[in-house]
């Protein structure tokens, strides 16, 4: 069982720059690949980036490529997301998820989610 709580989240001015965390309970962490996601009220959730159990493989989504970078370290079981030259755009609740299955986790049904932190890009 993994249990995921997100910090980070913020206001930032449009341009700006956050880090966001995803702190992971439990010893299997390092099984586990990550993903963050996000979701305005009204509308589908996105994805917005993953990473594989070892760091070694990342995937993003289209509208943060080149702005966004996840990274994880797994003696500290916690991922990152690094958000750079923030847009009102960027503006949602963003979601950590875990799940043993890489297209699992891409695809948004991971089993394990946590209760998102909200970033707010002022314009």
């Known amino acids: 069982q993994v249990q995921l709580v997100e910090s980070g989240g913020g206001l930032v001015q449009t341009g700006g720059s956050l880090r966001l965390s995803c702190a992971a309970s439990?010893?299997?962490?390092?099984?586990?690949?990550m993903g963050w996601f996000r979701q305005v009220p009204g509308k589908e959730r996105e994805f917005v980036a993953a990473i594989s159990w070892s760091g070694g493989s990342t995937s993003y989504g289209d509208s943060v490529k080149g702005r966004f970078t996840i990274s994880r370290d797994n003696a500290q079981n916690t991922v990152y997301l690094q958000m750079n030259s923030l847009k009102p755009e960027d503006t949602a609740v963003y979601y950590c998820?875990?799940?043993?299955?890489?297209?699992?986790?891409?695809?948004?049904?991971?089993?394990?989610w946590g209760k998102g932190t909200l970033v707010t890009v002022s314009s």
């Open positions: 998820a875990a799940d043993r299955l890489w297209a699992t986790v891409v695809a948004g049904r991971a089993d394990h």
């Open positions: 439990g010893r299997t962490f390092s099984r586990y690949h």
